[in-house]
């Protein structure tokens, strides 16, 4: 098994691991909630029970602070042990650019998790603390609390789903350089559906052939080879042999010029030379 | 007489197993992602058609319904050479997608805010349930109904799907239900212009 292939593993045990302290967060507020007892009706706490709900948002405010720490500190360990996986054990064929940028696509998405985790954390306290001075209801304050925790878990997946497409495509694009490196040239098919929710970037290049997408720019400060057009893109490139290319009727760019320039009847001109 | 003895020893041309290998590595996942995406199997057949009911969970999460064996990307995404073995005259490549996951997503559905407020309808042979709702569950089920209702879009479970690998198992020998759309393999005219190229680099 290659280094990029156990970096899928690896990133899914982080998912794993996010969502069993996601499910224990739960479970520890509703433990801290069911204390107060309150009757249906009568769920502002603050008018109701004075300082047993400051202590109560106390509790809560505490149990969500150590909750932002320990997946702070599950995001390192696992980004940690996705380095390792890709760097640990490469393909005896990736030069060490490659593992390079591996290394980088993984320790980008890790810092993401861990810096979605810190701002979350942030922001439920801060809802804690406007529910402790406002007296507002206690429903309320949960609901809000859980809509963050669940859009935090679903950023983190994110950003390990976007290192484990980026970590894929990085290998095929890899094993096409050094086929271009042997005097082989290939050119680059974005392949992908096509629909109402692409990006400008994928619209305008799926069903399209390129010389080099690392000259491509997708607007989001990620490179195009690994991200496509950006987290979440669902689109791919395939590397394919100009001769395969040009008879299943792709058109093809040169990407080395701004604009970048159709050279399909160019290249059909040589082939046929 | 006298002269010159000019002795060539002759360059034997050496199997080229590595070149050939990293061609294969760099072609054929290609192949398969594009072949794919255009819809059409390994034997250069077009794929058979989704059911209506998963064009209709498509439509409602406003996808593209080409039959291209893709809703996050990361099965198609994952097929890549996982291993490789090089002899003196043999090379063995293994091309496949890996072990990782995806997340699982749904269609937005009317039905399932229904569903959630105890209100099924057509479930076990009835033809509609009435049921009064209290206030705070008639809420409950106007904030649910809302988010079903919010315009065509996948909606992450927040669970994930099974291994690629064995996603593309099912996809390509297919199940009691679900037709094969045999994929993970070449067409005979990608084979030959495969070997068109492997040609042109096998001996040095």
């Not at chain 2, 008639?138 to 669970?159: N, V």
Request: glycine share 10%.
């Amino acid at each position: 098994m290659s280094g990029a292939d156990l970096a899928g593993p690896v990133a899914d045990g982080a998912i794993e691991d996010l969502r069993a302290a996601q499910e224990a967060v739960d479970r520890d507020l509703l433990r801290i909630l069911l204390k107060l007892n309150t009757e249906d009706g009568e769920d502002s706490l603050v008018r109701r029970q004075g300082q047993t709900a400051v202590a109560v948002y106390r509790q809560i405010s505490d149990r969500l602070a150590q909750a932002g720490e320990d997946a702070i500190s599950v995001a390192g360990e696992r980004a940690l042990a996705a380095v390792e996986a890709v760097l640990g054990a490469p393909p005896s064929t990736l030069s060490l650019d490659v593992r390079a940028e591996l290394d980088q696509i993984v320790s980008r998405q890790a810092a993401d998790v861990v810096k979605v985790f810190a701002g979350a954390e942030r922001e439920i306290r801060a809802a804690v603390a406007r529910g402790v001075t406002s007296g507002g209801s206690l429903g309320d304050i949960v609901a809000d609390v859980s809509i963050k925790m669940r859009s935090t878990y679903a950023q983190a997946q994110a950003a390990v789903d976007a290192a484990i497409m980026a970590v894929g495509r990085r290998a095929v694009m890899a094993e096409a350089a050094i086929v271009e490196d042997e005097g082989i040239p290939l050119v680059y098919v974005y392949v992908g559906p096509r629909d109402g929710k692409n990006r400008p970037f994928c619209a305008q290049w799926v069903g399209k052939a390129v010389t080099d997408p690392a000259r491509m720019d997708n607007g989001q400060g990620l490179d195009v080879e690994s991200f496509c057009g950006g987290y979440n893109c669902r689109h791919s490139w395939a590397p394919t042999f100009i001769a395969a290319a040009l008879s299943e009727g792709y058109s093809i760019y040169d990407t080395s010029t701004t604009p970048a320039r159709d050279i399909t009847d160019d290249l059909r001109r040589q082939q046929e030379g | 007489m006298g002269g010159i003895t000019v002795t060539k020893s002759p360059k034997i041309p050496r199997f080229n197993g590595p070149g050939i290998a990293a061609l294969i590595k760099a072609a054929v996942p290609g192949n398969i992602i594009r072949r794919t995406g255009r819809g059409v199997d390994m034997n250069g057949r077009q794929f058979a058609a989704y059911s209506r009911r998963y064009l209709r969970q498509l439509k409602r999460m406003g996808e593209d319904l080409t039959v291209d064996l893709r809703m996050s990307g990361g099965m198609i995404n994952s097929i890549k050479a996982r291993g490789a073995e090089v002899t003196g005259n043999r090379v063995v490549i293994t091309i496949a997608p890996d072990t990782g996951t995806s997340p699982q997503y749904r269609a937005p559905s009317e039905r399932r805010a229904l569903r959630q407020a105890g209100l099924v309808e057509g479930r076990f042979g009835q033809q509609a349930v009435y049921r009064t709702l209290t206030r705070k569950e008639g809420k409950a089920m106007q904030k649910s109904l809302a988010y079903e209702q919010a315009g065509a879009r996948k909606i992450d479970t927040g669970r994930r799907g099974p291994q690629h690998n064995i996603l593309a198992h099912y996809l390509h020998y297919g199940t009691s239900k679900l037709p094969a759309r045999p994929f993970l393999g070449l067409t005979p005219e990608e084979t030959k212009m495969l070997f068109d190229e492997i040609r042109k680099i096998m001996w040095r």
